[in-house]
C-alpha cells in the first residue's frame, strides 16, 4: 500500500526502489524484509518523502487502515541505525495499527552515487501500478559494497551474506562501474585504485576476518528454511567470491 501510495503520487518519477524489500517483493528473495529504500534517479533534482505523506495516508484509509508518519533527523538514529545514512537521506517511520502494531522505515538517498539502470516492475495488488526499480546487476553492486564497508560498530548483518549468496544462486552479475561510485563515494578511493582485482581482495580478506557463526546467527530469525545455512562456511564464501560475474 505504500509503494501504491508513493506511485499515484508520480514518486517512481524522480526516485527509484532498491534493497531487500526490493529483491523480496520483486524478485523472489526468500527472507524477511520491510524497510523500504530508495534512491533520487538524479541527484541534480529534489525531492522530499514529506511531500508524499498526504498519498501514503490517502491510500491506507482508501482500506480502512490508520497509519501514522513521522520525519527522523539524524541525531535520532543509534550507531547502528545511522551505519551508511549520510547527512542529506530522508528517513521516515511508518505505523500503522495492527495486533501487534507494525513500523516500517523508508529512506531515501538524495546524492546517489551514479552509473546505474533502473527498469518499470509491475505489482497487482492493491491495484494494478509500475514501481521504478534498480535492475539486478546494480541491486547486486549496491549489497557487495554494503557488506564489504558497512559500518555497524563490528556487529555482524547476516542478512548481507545470505543476499550475497541469492545473487550467486541466480547468476546476477555485478555493475561494477556502479559498486565503483559506490565505493568511491564512501571510502574515498580513487576511481583508479578499485579494479576487478582489489574487489575481489576486499571480499577474500572479508570473508576470512568474518565469523560466518556469528552471520549464520544473525540471519536465521528471517530465513524461511534454517537448513540452507547449514553449508556456510569460509571456504563455502570463498568459492562463491570466485563465482562473480562481473560487468561493466
Known sequence: MCLSGLSRGGFFQKAAFYGGTCLRIFHGLNRFSEDLDFSLIDKKSSLSLED???DIVR??????????ISK????NFTNVESAFLKDNTDVIN???QTEPSIKIKLEVDTTPPGLFSTEHKLLMLPYSFMVRCYTLPDLFAGKMHALLFRKWNNRIKGRDWYDFEWYLRNNIPLNFAHFTERAVQSEGFSKDFITRETFREFLKEKINTT???EVKQDVLRFVKIPKELDIWSKDYFLQLAER???VD
Do not use: A, D, H
Open 72 to 75: 527522523r533527523t539524524k541525531r
Open 211 to 213: 565469523n560466518i557463526k
Open 94 to 96: 511508518l505505523k500503522f
Open 59 to 68: 491510500e491506507f484509509q482508501g482500506l480502512g487502515r490508520e497509519v501514522e
Open 244 to 246: 562473480v560475474s562481473i
Open 52 to 54: 508524499y505523506f498526504e
